[in-house]
């Protein structure tokens, strides 16, 4: 998922678009993580990026993106990007056998 996402709508209430922004991520993870996994792999990951425009957005961690949110509405930005990206994930298994 890319998308710019707009925080004002003439009829619904700001804390409303978040709330509906909020969902619309997490939705699309849910419907990630649901797909059947790659050959070889563990588990899905996710590659994400968040920020003002598309060109400043920075890379962040899954489990930050509803505080970014929260945080570019405390600032009365306009707009912001954000980008969940899947990739097959795959476990570090080390077997301590270092001789």
């Known amino acids: 998922m890319k998308k710019t996402f707009v925080l004002s ?3 619904i209430k700001l804390e409303r678009l978040v709330d509906s922004f909020k969902f619309e991520a997490k939705k699309y993870i849910k419907r990630e993580r649901n ?3 790659p050959e070889g792999a563990d588990f899905w990951d996710f590659d ?3 920020g ?5 957005a920075e ?4 489990s930050a993106i509803n505080k970014c949110i929260d945080d570019i509405v405390s600032q009365n930005h306009g ?3 954000l980008e969940i ?3 097959p994930g795959f476990k570090n298994i080390d077997f301590g056998d270092d001789e």
């Open 9 to 11: 709508h003439p009829k």
């Open 35 to 37: 797909k059947k996994l």
């Open 48 to 50: 994400c990026r968040f």
């Open 52 to 56: 003002q425009t598309e060109e400043v």
């Open 59 to 62: 890379e962040i961690r899954l």
């Open 79 to 81: 707009s912001f990007y």
């Open 85 to 87: 990206l899947a990739k």
